[in-house]
């Protein structure tokens, strides 16, 4: 039977041999008592390659950015977000759940905030008013496409910032996707943000993990922070030892999975009922809106996985994600299953 290709998302990656090798042989110990030697390794390489002096390792990318946003603020407090923001949108309220701020959405240009509005939106407390304490940017931009937000404009927010005295944090879910098209290094995206999260789990195909990087004060109340949030994990350096594989070894291939979205981009664009600007796609996401007379997105999703595709429906209309064990000739059954459905 064929298999099916899996355009989900890139969370559903596989690990590697390498990775099941380094799980099997993983020295371990108790994470929360501070002896796994494997997590130390993880987080040490990782503080390394981000320039941060510290970093802690966490189950998932929403965890990282929990906490994040519990360290640097108190309650009553409000945090500007780009108005299509992963952490505001599709991580289950955690700003008001679990740190008890109000989020301040703000419109973009495919990710990038206005630098003017930004400042104009920064509020000290009164009676009325919440006092502005953090401000959240997100590169690439899961919700855009995977869009790569440039550095003139996170370094034009990181001015304001320093000039009202608030803080940054960077979610940087697919930061290393941002470097590989922009040619600028994790380092300097990293030094944007007071704290910054990184996913292993996505197309790096760890199985699991994400990392928070910032300062050492910072983390030493992070991973009092995630004690608290239940994310305390003992003889975790089992989940580590993939992560560190991910790091050494998964990096570079990223730009494979830009390369085939792009392909796949440019195919479909013109089909009937497609509404997709290929120029937006710059690294492994494409998400299109579907116009046709017949199908709605349902019955196209539904049309897609009898021949074995699978995608998801998204806020702008379907997604597909390029990953490790997406290749050329998935591209090509997805490209004929989309002429086969459209052009009947």
């Known amino acids: 039977m064929d298999k099916y ?4 998302s890139d969370t559903v990656t596989r690990p590697t041999e390498n990775m099941k090798k380094a799980m099997a042989e993983a020295v371990v110990g108790d994470d929360v008592l501070g002896d796994d030697p494997t997590v130390q390794k993880l987080e040490s390489l990782s ?16 965890m990282g950015n929990s906490i994040a946003i519990k360290v640097w603020t108190k309650e009553l407090e409000e945090v ?57 940017v ?25 000039r009202h005295e608030i803080k940054i944090h960077f979610d940087g879910a697919r930061v290393f996707n941002a470097s590989h098209v922009s040619g600028i290094s994790v380092k300097e995206y990293a030094a944007i943000g007071d704290s910054l999260m990184f996913c292993l789990s996505k197309g790096l195909s760890a199985p699991v993990g994400s990392l928070l990087v910032g300062d050492r004060d910072f983390i030493d109340y992070a991973r009092r922070v995630r004690k608290a949030l ?27 999975d830009h390369k085939r979205a792009k392909k796949l981009a440019l195919a479909i664009a013109d089909l009937p009922g497609i509404i997709l600007n290929p120029d937006h796609i710059e690294t492994n996401m494409i998400i299109f809106d579907l116009s046709h007379p017949s199908l ?40 004929a299953a989309f002429q086969d459905i459209l052009t009947r």
């Not at 999703?301 to 806020?315: D, N, P, S, V, Y």
């Open 138 to 162: 997100e590169n690439t931009h899961n919700n855009l496409s995977g869009a790569v937000v440039p550095m003139e404009n996170l370094k034009a927010i990181r001015e304001i910032a320093d």
């Open 47 to 62: 503080a390394d390659i981000m320039g941060k002096e510290a970093a802690l390792f966490v189950p998932s990318g929403t």
């Open 230 to 256: 239940g994310g305390g994990m003992r003889q975790v350096g089992i989940l580590a030892a993939p992560g560190i594989v991910a790091l050494t070894e998964m990096v570079d291939r990223l730009k494979e």
């Open 80 to 136: 500007i977000v780009e108005e299509r923001a992963h952490l505001y949108n599709m991580e289950s309220t955690h700003m008001t759940f679990i740190s008890r701020v109000t989020p301040r959405p703000l419109s973009s240009n495919r990710g990038a905030m206005d630098p003017e509005e930004v400042e104009r939106n920064i509020r000290k407390p009164s009676v009325h008013f919440p006092r502005t304490s953090l401000i959240c």
């Open 5 to 8: 290709s899996d355009f989900r």
């Open 296 to 335: 709605t997105i349902p019955d196209f999703l539904a049309k897609l996985e009898e021949r074995r595709i699978l995608a998801l429906a998204t806020r702008g209309g379907i997604r597909f994600v390029t990953h490790k064990d997406i290749d050329d000739d998935d591209i090509d059954r997805a490209y």
